[in-house]
């Protein structure tokens, strides 16, 4: 009696395991390329809206560009780093101007960003509590941000005016703390109107992103740090701001960014001239490329500014992660 044995091709093509097994890789393979593709639209645009003038900046910022080149730019001289010193030269006129917009937006950022993070966790850790009215008082809260900034930020030019706005009204009028209407829109208290309105429309943000970060606290730490003794000072300090860290290292981060980029409320609140006392560098900026009319400078002075920037996200991000324990990822 004699028995036949199969091929290996056979043994291979009945088994189901072996079938199933490049199926499988193509769908796994479908599954991990499916989310790029989808990605990939959002990618390309990306790269359009900032890549591409960040690349045609660069390259102005080594050329005499002038108003007398602006309709052909390509055919404008190369200057090579002369735009670069002449921006850092702080002994000369363009590079003191500089120095000194850069100190100013270094100030303003560190004190808005501080009062932000400060008033919007101090309402998120309020808003912990339950009491009737909370949710009306949450949306209230968030007004400032949800508001457009065009919108709110002429509305405080309004409040700010010296003759018949509503802050020299309840500060010169009623509560008389001043000896006369202050100019708020000029002089020295431009900075302060400045960094009032900044504040005023930050906070909310940063009131949102903490009041999120709260939810994932257990409450039972809090029961046990209560049944210690512990009082509501202590309970924030032990509890609520270490297990905040990872957020406030996020939340500090993106405010700072958005604070010293920011150019909608220094430019809606004073115009194209801005005072000196609140002269903020995205302003002197915009100043220096397009009412001066030298492109090629102001293509110098965002590079430097785009470089500070990423120097201090570096530093940031490094000195963050190095104090971050192992499990926190």
């Not at 990306?46 to 660069?58: A, K, Q, R, S, T």
């Amino acid at each position: 009696m004699t028995t036949t044995v199969p091929a290996e091709a056979d043994v291979r093509k009945s088994s189901p395991g072996a079938a199933r097994g490049p199926r499988r890789r193509t769908g796994r393979v479908r599954k991990i390329g499916l989310p790029y593709l989808l990605l990939l639209p959002a990618l390309v645009l990306e790269l359009l809206v900032h890549l591409v003038p960040m690349v045609i900046g660069i390259v102005m910022s080594f050329k005499e560009l002038t108003q007398f080149y602006i309709r052909d730019w390509g055919t404008a001289p190369w200057a090579g780093l002369d735009n670069y010193k002449m921006s850092v030269d702080f002994n000369a006129p363009v590079g003191e101007a500089l120095l000194h917009s850069f100190l100013v937006t270094v100030a303003f950022t560190l004190l808005s960003v501080g009062l932000c993070w400060a008033i919007g966790t101090a309402a998120a850790i309020y808003m912990q509590d339950t009491f009737r009215g909370r949710g009306i008082l949450r949306a209230l809260f968030l007004i400032p941000y949800a508001l457009p900034v065009y919108a709110a930020v002429i509305t405080w030019v309004f409040m700010f005016q010296h003759d018949n706005g509503l802050v020299n009204h309840v500060l010169h009028d009623q509560l008389g703390v001043t000896d006369k209407p202050s100019f708020w829109l000029i002089g020295d208290n431009s900075f302060w109107a400045l960094l009032t309105v900044s504040v005023w429309k930050g906070w909310p943000f940063a009131f949102l992103i903490v009041m999120a970060g709260l939810q994932n606290i257990p409450r039972e730490l809090y029961e046990a740090a209560a049944l210690d003794g512990a009082g509501m000072l202590q309970q924030i300090r032990r509890i609520t701001l270490p297990s905040l860290r990872p957020v406030n290292q996020v939340l500090v981060l993106v405010l700072f960014l958005w604070t010293f980029n920011d150019f909608n409320t220094p430019y809606v609140l004073f115009g194209k001239a801005a005072p000196e006392a609140a002269d903020l560098i995205s302003v002197h900026i915009y100043q220096a490329s397009f009412v001066t009319w030298n492109f090629g400078s102001g293509s110098a002075m965002s590079v430097l500014l785009l470089l500070f920037l990423l120097a201090v996200t570096g530093v940031y991000l490094a000195v963050t992660s190095r104090g971050r324990r192992p499990e926190d990822g």
